[in-house]
């Protein structure tokens, strides 16, 4: 906001001036505080064009007081011009480079723009100069975990609280930096420490249910929910969280009703399109239906099992999704209309329209409303066996897919393992294996080539991530599919290809695989094999070498 004062320049004024003072014309200076106050007036009330003006008057009467560039940054800031903002604020620093509030201005510029690091920066002068200041050591502690530094986050943190044992804010950001760092035992003990402090403290409850989450203490995490929903029911974030939770139990019809909630939280796109059609009801259509993809490809994929559904409901399906995703699904369900989600018009004429994920509660509230088909996707059959014949040697007797990291960017490291991990299954005698992992893959090949003498085929033809349909007919290619939790993985499922998912535990291990059963309800032909504590992937990786001694025997 708006800094109310000037240390140079702004003094008491006497209210009993001789009568010839008011005759006197105004310096510069004076003229120029005029305009301040007039000008923060207008930001406080939010006329930020006014204020933008009467600072700029202000500025050409004073130029370079640093209130006057404070402000303005800060006007420019929240009129969404982050580039004069930041442009203001270099000037700001200048001026006043001894004082706190100047680099405090530019972070809050740094953060409007998604810069935390730079932010983070600021804030590390602003504390060097401001040391006592609890509040800002918060801020950077929150900058650097919004920044993706938790383990500086936590060291910051720990001593804002250490200088603040009685503040339940400070234990609960510290919690949040934990929980990011995959720290749960420890977030839970700073919780209770928030909770002992201020037993209404809904963010304390919220990251005390995650950490539990993260622990797989389920029924503890969803009664830790039900508390944030009473103490806070105008927040999303804890609907949301239960919502994956129920449906990652198998709850399918109460997950589905708190589904919504993701838009609140920006984990189903960052707002709703403004569609002129209503939102589709569920019931059979006389007109045409748009169905328009609102996440990522996995996403997509995983939905998409249910569009085939939709015909007889409506005239048309419509759907709408990601154009490296379109060969595919055109080729796959040549009964429906395909066009690209980047440039769906939100005014299109159909009868009603429905995102991708508000499918799931009209067509899977319970699991016995899962179809058990191979798969919906179909690759190009002719591109699929010239790869086969290319990759596989005659004295070889299967072809192996394999992906094995997560680009996720909450929790891909969870999902993701070291390829080396799965040396013991490439070595059997008749395997031959191909990269299906989307991304530079040089330095992993090389790696169990040097480590282990085992070498992973890579077609330099296909583009792994944009090429999805390349991708396609490299899976259906292979006679096992052997990946983490990823797009690899949620094509393969889509195919039909016999697939061995290798999934981490509780935290990381997506909702739609659900906590029970060994056969995936969204892909049938998917083994789901989990880890039975964090961080151990030597259980899962031997069921696979198991699976795959099976199928060569």
Not at 322 to 347: K, M, Y
Not at 385 to 397: G, I, K, T, V
Not at 469 to 485: Q, Y
Request: aromatic fraction near 6%.
């Amino acid at each position: 906001g708006g800094c109310d004062s000037d240390r140079h320049e702004c003094g008491n004024r006497s209210s009993t001036a001789p009568a010839s003072a008011a005759l006197t014309p105004l310096s510069n200076q004076e003229q120029a505080q005029q305009l301040f106050f007039a000008a923060l007036a207008a930001q406080n009330a939010g006329r930020l064009a006014k204020a933008e003006q009467l600072y700029r008057e202000a500025l050409a009467l004073a130029p370079g007081r640093p209130s006057l560039l404070n402000n303005l940054a800060s006007v420019l800031r929240d009129l969404s011009r982050h580039e004069e903002a930041l442009n203001m604020s270099a000037a700001l620093v200048l001026a006043a480079p001894g004082d706190a509030q100047s680099w405090i201005t530019r972070a809050s510029i740094y953060t409007a723009l998604g810069d935390s690091l730079s932010a983070a920066s600021d804030l590390l002068q602003a504390t060097r100069l401001d040391p006592e200041n609890a509040a800002l050591q918060l801020l950077l502690g929150t900058t650097l975990l919004e920044g993706g530094q938790p383990g500086q986050a936590i060291r910051c943190l720990r001593q804002v609280f250490s200088a603040q044992p009685g503040d339940p804010q400070a234990a609960c950001q510290l919690a949040n930096a934990l929980l990011r760092a995959f720290q749960p035992d420890e977030a839970i003990h700073c919780c209770d420490k928030a909770l002992a402090l201020d037993p209404r403290h809904a963010d304390a409850w919220l990251n005390r249910a995650n950490a539990l989450l993260q622990l797989g203490r389920y029924d503890e995490a969803l009664h830790g929910y039900s508390n944030v929903q009473q103490l806070a029911p105008g927040s999303p974030r804890a609907w949301w969280n239960e919502s994956l939770l129920r449906l990652l139990l198998g709850d399918l019809e109460r997950g589905w009703k708190l589904y919504e909630y993701g838009w609140a939280t920006g984990q189903r796109g960052m707002q709703r399109p403004r569609f002129t059609a209503p939102a589709w009801d569920g019931r059979p259509l006389e007109g045409d239906l748009l169905v328009w993809a609102e996440q990522g490809i996995g996403d997509q994929i995983l939905f998409g099992t249910m569009l085939e559904e939709l015909r007889p409901l409506a005239r048309q399906v419509i759907v709408a999704a990601a154009p490296r995703l379109l060969p595919l699904l055109q080729r796959s369900l040549p009964g429906l209309r395909f066009v690209s989600g980047e440039a769906v018009d939100p005014q299109l004429p159909v009868a009603a329209q429905a995102a991708m994920g508000d499918l799931g509660g009209f067509l899977r509230g319970s699991a016995d409303r899962f179809p058990q088909r191979a798969g919906y996707l179909r690759a190009d059959a002719a591109r699929a066996a010239a790869l086969r014949a290319r990759l596989l040697p005659a004295d070889q007797r299967l072809l192996v897919g394999l992906s094995w990291r997560s680009r996720n960017d909450h929790f891909g490291a969870l999902k993701s393992l070291d390829p080396g991990q799965l040396a013991p299954l490439l070595a059997l005698p008749g395997i031959t294996a191909v990269d299906l992992q989307y991304g530079d893959t040089a330095a992993e090949r090389a790696m169990l080539q040097q480590k282990h003498g085992i070498t992973l085929q890579h077609c330099d033809d296909i583009d792994n991530f944009n090429d999805l349909d390349g991708l396609a007919a490299l899976i259906e290619a292979c006679d096992v599919v052997v990946s983490v939790s990823n797009t690899t993985v949620h094509l393969a499922g889509a195919l039909g290809k016999p697939t061995l998912v290798l999934l981490p535990f509780a935290l990381g291990r997506i909702w739609y695989w659900h906590q029970h059963g060994e056969r995936s309800l969204w892909y049938p032909s998917c083994r789901l094999l989990r880890q039975p504590q964090p961080g151990d992937w030597a259980s899962p990786v031997a069921q696979a070498l198991a699976e795959i001694n099976k199928l060569l025997n």
